[in-house]
């Protein structure tokens, strides 16, 4: 509901400034009539929410505090389970790091993110991601080739210290209070085993209380309690008299345990059988939580005891082990990463079994970590998939996959700093980095998921969008209205393409599960056809005549021939071609009446012929040169998967190796990658003459080919600063829209662009005539689709920010589908649809181009003439001048497209004593006015006269009350005591008597006190005989009445 469906709803309880009662088929009525979305049944729901009490009847006042209790709450689960949008990738550059980097933090000492690999190794970066500072730590006990550095724990300020831990069995404590040196303060030395994970908790309320926990080789949790930590870990011993102390302290660890350092207190528990992977003290458990890859001890809880040095231990059962976990301490909840493919949520007193099971990953869950504010959970696989879930509703929101570097098996770590909104993952010895962007809660959203593809219907004239979760959604193209949509398309996977057949009666959807499904517009599923045994992202699909290609993340091309279509469940066929790329196939394109073209990650193009399924030329001018030594061998693909993964699992050893490469290489190796292919169907006659075919990817390259002579036209860069760009080319092939990972498009003119090659040989760099640029979206761009609509040429784009767009060919965005405004596609008008002078490519003319400064040599440069002859009024203009002016208006070109702050007329909160309105709140929409004057009340007229109204006055009428008979009158039959009332009675009764008689018997003893004691005791005896007497009395006029 809108503001204006609110005051319907409120003109409807209201008549002559009174607020109306309604009962329940009023109100449904009610709200029918004033046209409010919704069915009958549906209103009838609401009014049973809102009528908690039951009472029959909803006013204004129960509607809106229904109203704002709803609202409330969805913007708690709004919260939990909006989805994070993450800017581009980033690979930090340095070559500090040679081996595996055991871990990422931030330091709050010196404001600096500290990292270090396990030659020992260290970095510091700023909070804006620039190499700070970077050194090397070793240790006297061994040689440093020998010395590994395991893992290593910050301890916060006041301390302000970093501890080491080495594989020579030792735990180095360094000062980080100074930024010139970096000295080791304490050694922790003979260790019982190697250390392996380490973690440190201070005391909040108490910075003196922290505790120093390490797992080690033997599967041991051991612990220092610190009692001083602020003044000294350890207590120093005084100095030798005319010495001079060590600055570093070296203490033992059967010292600690000895009890020779009384502030400093040791526990220990042996409760895996196998090495510790991760340790974390819970301080609101007050116990250790420790992992291992095992069955019978893979998460272990070790709780606290009094004046005890050991821990009594609780132990978690779970398939295969665990490699992480992470502890929620507001839910209480602890998340396991786990190597059977699941994350799984425990309650850390229940180990019988999970609270919930968080399904999804195709391999083993390396790394897990919450994100607390706003109830999220991080999961990291080692297939290098990051997915985050919603914890409250155990579900996957988002999936990134295919954006971290494409290197063979390595090695993992997780960081995500929470108060920056900061993602560290590393991969070996490379660190990558994801910042989260920044929500704009006002921003109408086509999907709850992020959007995977869409495409233009023109059977139906209908766009069709596909998310991740599944959902299949149908729109009219020409008003953005919703027709209809499908859930749960792919239950147990994420849908990643959407094709559609030559006639526009079949869909295709293809998931990250390996299979394709067949749909008609109706949402029946035909076939499922399954590309592989094992799981693998579906990338690109291409129904054809007789056959359906299947490409996506293989170096293979699957083919399903239509013999096959008779049963539900499909395989695939023999590609005759076999195997040609050396790298995995990311997209495809066909060409009628037989041309298939196929692109792989390394940049090369082949060229098939569909009727013998055989090469028949590949264009690898700007693809990854094959290294010395390497050989791929031709293999046939076979519908069974197990060739498929030998044949693959043998091209990637016979790769080099990812790690021994530098990281510019790895710069190079990501522009090679091609994302999109296109034929232009209009320049099929050219043969050798000029392009005919368009390709786009990496680093922002677009490419026109000739396929007939496999040579490059031309090429220029559509997004210069782009990791990676998608395109689409309209039917006429008159237009080019790139986009790119921050959500910014283009328009080109290439309707003249490359139809003849240069006669020097060379491509051509020149750029096209860019007609605009605009940013419709937040998030990267997954899919273009171009279609002719009114005569004019429209752009859909589907974007991982949830939403689908529709824009023309000059940047001018008619909407977002979903939106509860319908828009309207204006007729094409010759002389302005066509007339492109007037968008803001000119802005950017120079930012299209290659950055090539031209830097004049000293001998060539002269002064300006006007500085001679006028040197008063001469100014050196040192934004066109000067290579920094220039560097810094090239940047400022390169920002994205923001609008200018306007006044907004009317705000509530500036006008409100002129409006009378409330100033801000809930309540602003509702009138609000001065209660009207009320007149001397005049007793009304039935209690001056009541006999006009009830018969008879009131005075007139006498009271009367009828009198009781008397009991003797009453009685008519005779009785006796014993009949009327009970033994007990009688027996007591007769107690009394009997106690009577001897008290009036008994003869006084001497002296004068005598006659006054038999006249007490007479007395005594008479009021209680008479009280007996009245309570026999009572009881037989009690039982008689």
Not at 848 to 870: F, G, L, S, Y
């Amino acid at each position: 509901m809108n503001i204006a469906d609110f005051r319907k709803i409120m003109e409807m309880f209201s008549e002559d400034d009174e607020f109306l009662d309604f009962t329940r088929e009023q109100f449904v009525e009610a709200m029918v009539t004033i046209g409010a979305t919704g069915s009958r049944g549906e209103f009838g729901q609401m009014f049973d929410r809102i009528d908690v009490t039951k009472q029959g009847v909803v006013n204004w006042d129960k509607f809106a505090s229904h109203m704002l209790l709803e609202f409330y709450e969805k913007d708690d689960k709004v919260k939990s389970t909006l989805v994070p949008h993450w800017t581009e990738l980033k690979v930090l550059s340095t070559s500090v790091h040679k081996d595996i980097v055991q871990g990422v933090t931030y330091l709050k000492t010196n404001n600096r993110y500290f990292a270090i690999s396990k030659e020992g190794s260290i970095t510091l970066w700023t909070p804006e991601l620039k190499l700070s500072r970077s050194l090397k730590t070793a240790t006297e006990s061994c040689r440093t080739k020998d010395l590994w550095v395991t893992d290593f724990v910050a301890l916060p300020p006041p301390i302000n210290k970093v501890a080491l831990a080495f594989t020579s069995k030792e735990i180095a404590v360094y000062d980080m209070s100074s930024k010139i040196d970096f000295n080791t303060q304490y050694k922790i030395i003979e260790l019982h085993d190697t250390p392996l994970c380490m973690d440190f908790w201070l005391n909040s309320s108490n910075s003196n209380d922290a505790i120093l926990a390490w797992g080690d080789v033997r599967g041991s949790v051991s612990a220092i309690n610190f009692s001083s930590a602020t003044i000294a870990l350890f207590e120093r011993p005084a100095a030798p008299a005319g010495g001079k102390q060590d600055p570093c302290l070296t203490v033992k660890l059967a010292d600690i345990q000895s009890g020779m350092y009384k502030n400093a207190k040791f526990v220990k528990h042996s409760g895996h059988s196998e090495w510790v992977r991760q340790v974390k003290y819970c301080h609101s458990l007050e116990c250790f939580l420790s992992c291992a890859t095992t069955n019978t001890d893979s998460l272990v809880i070790g709780w606290l005891e009094q004046n005890s040095s050991t821990m009594r231990t609780s132990k978690f059962q779970i398939s295969q082990g665990i490699n992480a976990f992470d502890f929620h301490p507001s839910l209480n909840l602890i998340a396991t990463a786990g190597v059977n493919h699941q994350v799984s949520l425990w309650n850390p007193y229940v180990v019988s079994k999970a609270n919930g099971l968080l399904r999804g990953h195709m391999a083993a869950v390396v790394q897990v970590q919450y994100i607390i504010n706003r109830n999220q959970l991080l999961s990291f696989s080692k297939d290098k998939v990051l997915r985050i879930w919603d914890v409250g509703l155990q579900v996957c929101i988002q999936r990134l996959a295919g954006m971290f570097p494409k290197t063979g098996d390595v090695q993992s770590i997780m960081y995500f700093d929470e108060l920056r909104n900061k993602l560290f993952i590393t991969f070996n010895y490379q660190i990558t980095v994801m910042a989260m962007k920044a929500e704009n809660k006002d921003r109408v959203f086509t999907h709850d998921k992020p959007v995977t593809a869409a495409i233009y219907n023109s059977t139906y004239n209908q766009v069709v969008s596909v998310d991740q979760g599944g959902t299949m959604a149908f729109w009219v193209l020409d008003t953005g209205q919703r027709v209809k949509s499908n859930s749960d398309i792919h239950p147990d996977a994420e849908v990643t393409a959407l094709a559609q057949d030559a006639s526009g009666t079949m869909l295709y959807t293809g998931a990250t599960d390996g299979t394709i499904k067949v749909w008609d517009f109706n949402g029946h599923c035909y076939h499922m056809l399954h590309a592989s045994d094992t799981p693998g992202d579906i990338g690109h699909i291409i129904p054809m005549k007789r056959i359906l290609i299947a490409v996506g993340w293989t170096r293979f091309v699957t083919v399903f021939r239509d013999g096959s279509f008779k049963d539900f469940h499909v395989h695939p066929s023999d590609w005759k071609g076999g195997q040609e790329h050396r790298d995995d196939i990311t997209t495809a394109s066909f060409s009628a009446p037989h041309t298939l073209a196929t692109a792989g990650y390394d940049g090369e193009i082949i060229l098939w012929h569909t009727g013998s399924e055989q090469v028949s030329r590949k264009l690898v001018e700007r693809a990854k040169p094959l290294k010395r030594g390497t050989s791929l061998t031709r293999q046939n693909t076979r519908g069974s998967v197990a060739s498929r993964h030998a044949s693959t699992s043998a091209m990637r050893k016979a790769l080099p190796s990812q790690g021994s490469q530098t990281n510019a290489e790895d710069g190079m190796e990501a522009s090679y990658t091609i994302t999109t292919i296109e034929f232009l169907e209009e320049r099929k006659d050219m043969k050798e003459i000029g392009a005919d075919l368009i390709s786009c990817g990496g680093n922002g390259w677009v490419r026109f080919w000739n396929s007939h002579s496999c040579k490059l036209i031309g090429e220029f860069t559509a997004h210069p600063h782009a990791g990676s760009i998608i395109m689409a080319v309209d039917p006429t092939n008159k237009f080019l829209v790139t986009a790119d990972v921050d959500g910014q498009m283009r328009s080109w003119i290439i309707e003249d662009y490359n139809m003849i090659a240069q006669d020097n040989g060379k491509p051509n760099t020149v750029p096209p005539s860019m007609i605009c640029h605009w940013t419709p979206h937040g998030d990267s761009v997954t899919t273009l689709a171009m279609c002719q609509r009114m005569e004019k040429t429209l752009i859909i784009s589907a974007s991982s920010d949830a939403c689908v767009v529709l824009s023309d060919i000059k940047g001018k965005v008619l909407g977002t589908f979903g939106q509860e405004q319908h828009w309207r596609i204006e007729p094409f008008i010759a002389g302005i649809d066509d007339d492109f002078t007037n968008t803001n490519a000119s802005d950017e003319e120079d930012f299209v181009r290659e950055e090539t400064v031209i830097i004049k040599k000293d001998d060539d440069w002269k002064p300006d003439d006007r500085a001679t002859t006028d040197p008063v009024n001469y100014k050196v203009d040192s934004w066109s001048t000067s290579l920094l002016g220039q560097r810094y208006q090239e940047e400022r070109k390169q920002k994205r497209e923001r609008k200018q702050p306007s006044n907004i007329p009317n705000l509530p909160y500036l006008h409100w004593e002129r409006t009378g309105a409330p100033p801000a709140g809930p309540y602003n929409a509702l009138v609000t006015r001065d209660l009207d004057n009320v007149d001397q009340l005049k007793k009304p007229d039935f209690m001056s006269n009541p006999h006009k109204f009830f018969g008879e006055k009131i005075d007139d009428v006498v009271s009367t009350s009828n009198k009781l008979p008397a009991l003797s009158e009453a009685l008519k039959h005779a009785f006796d005591e014993k009949s009327l009332f009970p033994k007990f009675i009688l027996d007591y009764e007769n107690e009394l008597k009997k106690g009577q008689q001897p008290a009036a018997n008994n003869p006084s003893k001497r002296g004068s006190l005598a006659p006054t004691r038999q006249t007490s005791g007479r007395r005594t005896i008479s009021k209680q005989a008479q009280k007996t007497t009245k309570t026999s009395s009572s009881v037989r006029t009690t039982l008689v009445e």
